[in-house]
């Protein structure tokens, strides 16, 4: 089964200023897609940003973009001016092309300081 | 539209007894997972509905955890002879497919089930 490592259980950023949260990840294959998920202490995951493997450009979302590094197995994200609501857990997920099952890591619980 | 809903949100039960918990999803999407979320853990897939097909059940713990999708819609997953180490958050997703950009999962707000 494919693994999803998060390294940093906890990270924290100053308001207004970038954080970049890692996460890498352990396949043989060639194609699939890559997730990060934020959980707010509502619990309710939401999809912040996906990448698909065959694709070599870097996905972007408002502020929340990706560094995907596919031969080192690297998938971070990166935070640009870092706002009080970005405040969660983070999770990285990997789904193979061939299958129906997400990994997930162990989330890094970003905490955001006024 | 509405988002998913899980219910109840709270679960508190003791041990041995079974347990319900319910998950309406996304009107349209095909798909649906359960995940099991423990104390400072990543989410743990359990099984994963797609429209007709048979279930992929490879998450599953153990026997006493079931579940069901009637009609392509509500699921509800069932825990038998509840035991302490089944306190965790249960999150259900949905997604429209699982194909290409349709994979994109909804997750309802979980269920926090806690055996005293």
């Known amino acids: 089964a494919q693994t999803v490592t998060q390294s940093q259980p906890e990270m924290s950023v100053q308001e207004a200023e970038t954080v970049t949260l890692s996460c890498t990840y352990d396949t043989s294959e060639s194609d699939y897609y890559l997730f990060w998920y934020k959980q707010p202490p509502s619990r309710q995951m939401i999809l912040v940003i996906r990448q698909e493997a065959y694709k070599q450009q870097n996905a972007t979302e408002n502020r929340f973009s990706v560094n995907f590094q596919k031969a080192a197995k690297s998938f971070s994200l990166k935070i640009s001016d870092s706002q009080l609501g970005d405040a969660a857990m983070y999770f990285c997920a990997y789904r193979s092309n061939t299958g129906n099952q997400f990994y997930f890591g162990t989330g890094t619980s970003l905490t955001v300081i006024p | 539209g509405a988002g998913v809903s899980q219910s109840p949100s709270n679960k508190v039960t003791e041990k041995g007894k079974d347990v319900e918990l319910r998950c309406d999803p996304i009107s349209g999407h095909t798909a649906l997972y359960w995940y099991r979320q423990s104390l400072g853990q990543g989410l743990e897939f359990l099984i994963y509905?797609?429209?007709?097909?048979?279930?992929?059940k490879s998450g599953l713990p153990s026997d006493r955890f079931s579940a069901e999708r009637t009609g392509g819609s509500v699921s509800t997953l069932t825990i038998q002879r509840t035991q302490q180490e089944d306190s965790a958050v249960y999150l259900c997703a949905s997604s429209l497919s699982i194909g290409g950009a349709e994979d994109t999962q909804y997750f309802g707000p979980g269920t926090r089930l806690t055996v005293l």
């Open positions: 509905f797609q429209g007709n097909s048979a279930p992929d």
